[in-house]
């Protein structure tokens, strides 16, 4: 069973940069849709990037233009890179797979990316924290 794991939250100055990764032990993510959630406190889980099989991929619109989603070239590894970072993007940070055969390879880049349906995705990371605070 395909099980995620993020890495690279952590504490950051306004103005930083950090880099999370999302990858999943004995499995290959090249063949999936991955996105990047984020759960702001007090707030609800909300998309932030999602990139398909194929590598499209689109970008919430809070964080176009600072954040980038690639993907490794063994396809192993999903990242998220945020730059410019602001207050308001301090949140817990969660990647998630769609299946292979799933509609979300095509919703992925069509739709709003902070409206995807969490219920699209079949497998889930357990976060990593992402602080952004002078």
């Known amino acids: 069973q395909l099980q995620l794991v993020e890495s690279g939250g952590g504490l950051v100055q306004p103005g930083g940069s950090l880099r999370l990764s999302c990858g999943a032990s004995?499995?290959?993510?090249?063949?999936?849709?991955i996105a990047w959630f984020r759960k702001p406190p007090g707030k609800e889980r909300e998309g932030v990037a999602c990139m398909n099989a194929g590598g499209g991929f689109k970008l919430a619109d809070s964080v176009k233009g600072r954040f980038t989603i690639s993907r490794d070239d063994d396809l192993r590894t999903v990242y998220l890179q945020m730059n410019n970072l602001r207050p308001e993007d301090t949140a817990v940070y969660y990647c998630?797979?769609?299946?292979?055969?799933?509609?979300?390879?095509?919703?992925?880049?069509?739709?709003?990316?902070?409206?995807?349906?969490?219920?699209?995705?079949?497998?889930w990371g357990q976060g990593t924290q992402v602080t952004v605070s002078s």
């Open positions: 998630a797979a769609a299946s292979p055969h799933s509609h979300v390879q095509a919703s992925c880049v069509a739709t709003p990316v902070i409206s995807l349906p969490e219920g699209d995705f079949y497998s």
């Open positions: 004995g499995f290959t993510l090249g063949r999936n849709a």
